[in-house]
């Protein structure tokens, strides 16, 4: 096809390996098919808004390697304010872009859904920490989350040893436990405590007790969206965010004090909260991105629009927005027993 300009944007919630996508996508569409790039700056706002920047190859130099975004990141909802697919449509064509990349997770891929069926052009590209999204085995970003997380948590189990106290750790996990189940297995966590898995305090206690015997520092692991049996939302304190959905985060600082009255341990929270999503990426989220970031400039410039780039096995492959919206991936049943068998 003949050369065209692509708008590539990061939206929603940042993580390490956004960089390298956006080096993937333009150096794949730069060297192979001589396309023009541009990024919109702060996600959908710079789409609404029309705020722009260069992406020329130089422009990509060295970033894979970082964390964040250079582009920077919003969880600005398209379709308010002065937004829309027409408005957006407008700007697109006063800029001479042909087609977006949009680089996020399930809200951006939902957007990038509607904006697609209106007729504008656009291809996904997921990420999440999470890696709660049904379409792809990994999104890039939670393996350095889970990274960080286990470092954190090996930290806290030290000094949760030097005290004979009890350690809460809370690492994210809206609606799927993947972080808290990987970082919480390879911590050696005496309990993982996750949004597909409703426990009851008197288990809880149990664990923490029965590691507290063998002479251990109980180490508990649990996901922001957990439960416990007896509740039906998520802990949530700070409101919601632009797309009306619960912010997240505290359900550690339930937990400690109730375990501490039923046990009479000394026990302390700790919300890891966006340190899992700072920093540098690993080796692993940045080949993932790299790989995801061509793979989108190839669906580009073959025009296959209304589509996102996803790890299927090991390789990239592309699949309609709907496959991966309305569900989530969550743990499944086998996982979470298996995990089990580690607990107490």
């Known amino acids: 096809m003949s050369s065209v300009k692509i708008g590539i944007l990061t939206s929603g919630g940042d993580c390490p390996g956004l960089n390298a996508v956006i080096r993937g996508a333009v150096l794949n569409g730069i060297k192979q ?43 600005t909802n398209p379709f308010e304010g002065n937004g829309g697919p027409e408005a957006i449509g407008k700007q697109l ?114 664990w923490v007790t029965d590691a507290h015997k063998r002479g251990r520092a109980p180490l508990v692991v649990v996901a922001e969206g957990f439960m416990p049996e007896g509740t039906e939302t998520a802990h949530s304190h700070r409101g919601l965010d632009a797309f009306g959905r619960p912010r997240l985060g505290g359900i550690a600082d339930q937990l400690a004090p109730e375990i501490e009255a039923r046990t009479g ?35 580009a410039a073959a025009e296959n629009w209304g589509t996102m780039v996803a790890l299927r096995g090991t390789e990239i492959v592309r699949a309609h927005f709907s496959s991966a919206l309305g569900r989530l991936k969550t743990v499944p049943q086998h996982r979470h027993d298996e995990a089990v068998t580690l607990f107490g």
């Open 33 to 75: 098919y001589g396309h023009e790039f541009v990024g919109f700056l702060d996600g959908w706002r710079g789409v609404v808004e029309g705020d722009v920047m260069d992406l020329p190859r130089q422009s990509v130099r060295g970033i894979s390697k970082q964390g964040g975004t250079i582009l920077g990141t919003s969880r």
């Open 265 to 299: 341990l000394e026990t302390r929270a700790t919300v890891l909260g966006h340190i899992q999503r700072g920093g540098v990426p690993t080796a692993y989220d940045r080949v993932l991105a790299t790989r995801l970031g061509m793979a989108a400039a190839d669906s």
């Open 93 to 206: 064509a006063r800029r001479g872009i042909d087609g977006m990349i949009a680089i996020g997770g399930e809200g951006t891929l939902a957007a990038a859904h509607r904006i697609s069926e209106a007729g504008l052009k656009i291809v996904g590209v997921p990420q999440t920490v999470d890696n709660d999204l049904d379409v792809t085995d990994y999104t890039f970003g939670f393996d350095t989350a889970v990274q960080i997380a286990t470092e954190g948590i090996d930290r806290l189990r030290t000094t949760g040893e030097s005290h004979h106290r009890c350690m809460v750790a809370e690492v994210m996990g809206r609606h799927a436990g993947w972080i808290a189940l990987h970082a919480g297995m390879a911590s050696g966590a005496h309990a993982i405590l996750i949004p597909e898995q409703q426990v009851s305090m008197d288990q809880i206690v149990e």
